[in-house]
């Protein structure tokens, strides 16, 4: 059955890097549009990036632009999410999930859409 998973979070200091994985299995994630989401406790949903299908065009909010990167390695039927220059204020779940279009309607604090399908989410926590 179709499954998205998750995977590459843990403890990192303040200014260090961690790479997410989101792991498709089932169906080919090349043919859709892949967004990354976290929730923190107490906050709001953010939608902090989204890649197209078939032209790979990335599209990121704000937290994200300029430490951020997501990339597809479609032969691993896998979407990535480079996280640079972490800061206590990105701990949260990070998830998954795919996207109907524009990548836009899914950025922001709280994204304009919500996803239906989503991964069961990784935790990334920052602290010194």
């Known amino acids: 059955q179709a499954q998205l998973v998750e995977s590459g979070g843990g403890l990192v200091q303040p200014g260090g890097s961690l790479r997410l994985s989101c792991a498709a299995s089932?169906?080919?994630?090349?043919?859709?549009?892949v967004g990354w989401f976290r929730q923190a406790p107490g906050k709001e949903r953010e939608g902090l990036s989204c890649?197209?299908?078939?032209?790979?065009?990335?599209y990121y909010a704000d937290p994200a632009k300029g430490r951020f990167t997501i990339s597809r390695d479609n032969a691993k039927n896998t979407v990535y999410l480079q996280m640079n220059a972490l800061k206590p204020e990105d701990t949260a779940v990070y998830y998954c999930?795919?996207?109907?279009?524009?990548?836009?309607?899914?950025?922001?604090?709280?994204?304009?859409?919500?996803?239906?399908?989503w991964g069961q989410g990784t935790q990334v926590t920052v602290s010194s």
């Open positions: 999930a795919i996207v109907g279009g524009p990548c836009s309607d899914y950025l922001g604090t709280p994204p304009m859409r919500v996803p239906g399908y």
């Open positions: 089932g169906f080919t994630l090349a043919s859709h549009f």
């Open positions: 890649i197209s299908s078939k032209t790979d065009s990335p």
